[in-house]
């Protein structure tokens, strides 16, 4: 044990990013939950009393445009886009990753059709392809949005996608991170084949954002959606985004048109006009205290890099895995995130039998994780704010639950 | 005008809500804004200093049990229930009214039909009825809800409705006051005739919940809809709710079908299976800091009963009206609200030529309205802390300004 826990002192000594926990509300607790919701960023408390106090309380109304309530939306989305490699004013921030799901998916079927009336749909583009492990709102979603544009619904393993691809394919969600296993899916081929096949691909980034590089611009991802309260640590269900790629946008047609989306929103109109751009995809008023509660969040990005944020990412879980696999008994867990780093988010998931008891044991004494139905425990690991000795330590106390379990 | 502050005093003086301006943040300006974003409860702040700093900082992810964040939804809904004349267990909170909207009318249409296919409708009831006056948010999202539902809209004045009514009328969305004149519209007696048709009626309460009673049952409601910012006073972009009445749950059928919604939501079953009751009409993760501080704010009602405020509301108005008939010149302005109780929301609008022009040198003076276009000062009135002696000194500094302009 001695050699692991001396290894976890020297990375910590030598990570450039070791200083950013000290931004970060932490105590002794070994927080490894920050896939499900992030810690609380230390400026977020001044900010919220100085939101209700001053924003609300004193300016009230005037605040939706002296404090720039209004633009919100758009200002925070250009705050999140190089985190998932988009250039500017293709984000807005706003809603649940649910209803966004809903908002892309049924846009993407528009665009793929050229525009056909969803309750007389061409026989043309009349499939919606959905990742059949994906975490089970976006199947959910999905199908609601096939029944709403006369689309069949095709469920698959993300890897198989390209085998039901064809010409009747005019959407495909995907998580680029399973939930549950964290396995990572192939961003970049899979929205090639998507696109060979004249689909549109839409990809839900909840378990990626803030944990690697996504390169959205980059791969041409048409349309994606994620939440904010997981590695962007913006607080229990803060809100969502949608990204609209650039090229797409004078087409993006909601299904979702609120008046915060219209080209003049004071202007009252009786006719829906959309914004020019990601604007468009907004809808109603915004969660003003949520919203600005993520901002300041986001503050904690300042000088860091992602591909920083990566290396340290895989070290944590490499590190992690040999240590579970130094400490725990043989056979007594069976990671399921894969080894190889390509297939990997920033998670650990070990198939464990009576995983729901472990993991109550392993939060009573301090190592906090969650259970996934029927026998996952999870371990997300937050570079920005998880240790080296942590994941030693986390390690030990599993093997030491187990032990005596 | 001394006498019309001599009785602005008596007035006050004899007000049972007099004592609750006290639980609001308030200074000198003279806030009739109340109808767009209400002021700040106290009891707020430190309640959201607790759930940033302890429930998310310190508690983290055992909050969404420990401290009630699931719960949260149909909690703050069966508070809520009471100010609209709601038995419990028929509201949810989350999301913005316009999404709201969507739910709602979708699924009043699938009820109307008994659960036909959108994408192949049957002839039988494919007419949506809306609110040509509205907000035009709801006409947006009716259209939306149309298309995809293959119905046809059909906008009306709502006092016209009943004429458009027939055995093609599947659901009719109206306002319960006009946002930009005050009118209240008549619920009861529209509702009825909607009932008469076979439609189901979808109400959007945003300008009348908090301001007077709205009797969602006893008129036999189908669904409704509202925001929580304006007489309730739940801060900036607080989340909206939607009511589905008790006996039309069972067949409550979400276009927007997120995990929130799932009888078993940490089960994660690939297939949707909705929860029972109006907790079905949850979507995805709730903005738990809007959510919460939404709960704070309503604890303003405490011992306060709807029939008061209205009683008050209505005195308010009158008062304010007589006021601006005395002191301004004849035919500087024109209520366009109705002089009829019946007819009257909470808020006065006097149509203006200069209107814009007018509320920003009102606003510079401390008397806080707003202006819609195009050429309507609006007045809201807030019972709970909006004082006689604020309603005689805002239609002097009316006066005074239009003499000037």
Redesign the interface.
């Known amino acids: 044990m001695a050699t692991l826990a001396a290894r976890a002192a020297k990375l910590d000594a030598a990570d450039e990013l070791g200083a950013k926990r000290e931004e970060f ?1 932490l ?1 002794d ?1 070994i ?1 490894l ?1 920050g896939n ?2 992030g ?2 960023p230390k400026a ?2 001044a900010r ?2 100085e939101v ?2 001053h ?4 300016l ?5 445009e002296e404090s720039g ?1 209004w633009t919100a939306p758009e200002r925070i989305g250009n705050r999140i886009a190089p985190l998932v490699g988009a250039a500017e004013d293709q984000i807005v921030v706003g ?5 966004n799901v ?1 908002k892309a998916l ?1 846009a993407a079927v528009r665009i793929a059709r050229g525009g056909t ?5 061409d026989e043309g583009r009349d499939e919606i392809v959905v990742d ?1 492990t994906t ?3 976006d ?3 999905a ?2 949005a096939a ?4 689309c069949r619904l095709i ?1 698959v393993a993300p890897a198989d996608t390209p085998s039901v691809l064809g010409p009747r394919t005019a959407a495909v969600l995907l998580n680029h991170a399973d939930y ?1 296993t964290g396995r990572l899916h192939d961003l970049p081929g899979l929205t090639a084949a998507g696109h060979a096949a004249g689909a549109l691909m839409v990809w839900d980034l909840c378990h990626t954002a803030g944990a690697l590089p996504v390169g959205l611009d980059a791969h041409g991802v048409d349309l994606a959606v994620g ?1 904010t ?1 997981k590695y962007l640590n913006g ?6 985004y949608l990204y609209v790629r650039k090229e797409h946008q004078a087409r993006f047609d ?7 989306g ?1 080209a003049q929103p ?5 006719e ?1 006009t959309p914004a020019e751009g990601a604007v468009r995809g907004r ?9 600005l ?1 993520l901002e300041a969040a986001l503050g904690v990005w300042d000088g860091v890099s992602v591909e920083a944020v990566r290396a340290k990412s895989l070290a944590l879980t490499d590190f992690f895995l040999e240590c579970v696999e130094a400490y725990v008994p043989k056979g007594r867990v069976e990671p399921v995130t894969p080894a190889a780093h390509t297939e990997r988010g920033s998670q650990v998931a070990l198939r464990c039998a009576d995983a729901g008891e472990v993991m109550r044991r392993l ?1 009573a004494q301090g190592v ?1 994780g ?1 259970f ?2 029927p026998d996952v425990l999870r371990f997300g690991f937050t570079p920005l704010y998880v240790s080296f000795a942590e994941a030693e330590r986390a390690a030990r106390v599993l093997a030491h639950t187990l032990a005596g379990a």
């Open positions: 509300v105590d607790t927080y939950d499900s919701l810690a609380l977020v408390q919220v009393a209700v106090t924003e609300w309380g004193t009230r109304i005037r605040s939706w309530w809603d649940s990753t649910s209803v809903f049924v009336d969803d309750a007389h749909p059949a975490f089970p709102t199947g959910y979603i199908e609601s029944r709403m544009t006369g469920p549950r939440c309260y607080g229990p269900g803060s809100p969502a909601s299904p979702l048109p609120g008046w915060n219209h004071f202007g009252m109109r009786p829906f809808v109603g008023t915004p969660d003003i205290l949520s919203m509660a939060i906090v969650d996934r139905e």
